[in-house]
């Protein structure tokens, strides 16, 4: 198991951007496929994006293909998820979860979780 810290979240305008950053403790982080969920309040946790332990597959979400973008730095045991155009209803905490492969990950199968970030996007 590695432990997971989010950052990045904020206060931003529809239309605009955040980066967030998921850093790991641990080692062995470049074997670990990671992704991104979000939860809004009260709605289910769902699915974001996924990305493998190398970053050769990646999965999003059809509500966000296209605006969000999942990359990892395995030099720097860290994943983010860059948000482009956003929109109020991106308004969610957001959880990085690390697991054993993207598409398990995708489906929800993950060994570790984050504690979130929240991210508020005002119309």
């Known amino acids: 198991q590695v432990q997971l810290t989010e950052s990045g979240g904020g206060l931003v305008q529809a239309g605009g951007s955040l980066r967030l950053s998921c850093v790991t403790s641990g080692r062995a982080f470049s074997t670990y496929a990671m992704g991104w969920f979000r939860q809004a309040p009260g709605k289910e946790r769902e699915f974001v994006a996924a990305?493998?332990?190398?970053?050769?597959?990646?999965y999003y979400a059809d509500s966000v293909e296209g605006r969000f973008t999942i990359s990892r730095d395995n030099a720097k045991n860290t994943a983010y998820l860059q948000m482009n155009n956003l929109k109020p209803e991106d308004t969610a905490v957001y959880y990085c979860a690390a697991g054993p492969t993207a598409r398990a990950v995708r489906d929800g199968i993950a060994n570790s979780w984050g504690q979130g970030t929240q991210v508020t996007v005002s119309s």
């Open positions: 990305i493998s332990s190398l970053g050769a597959t990646t």
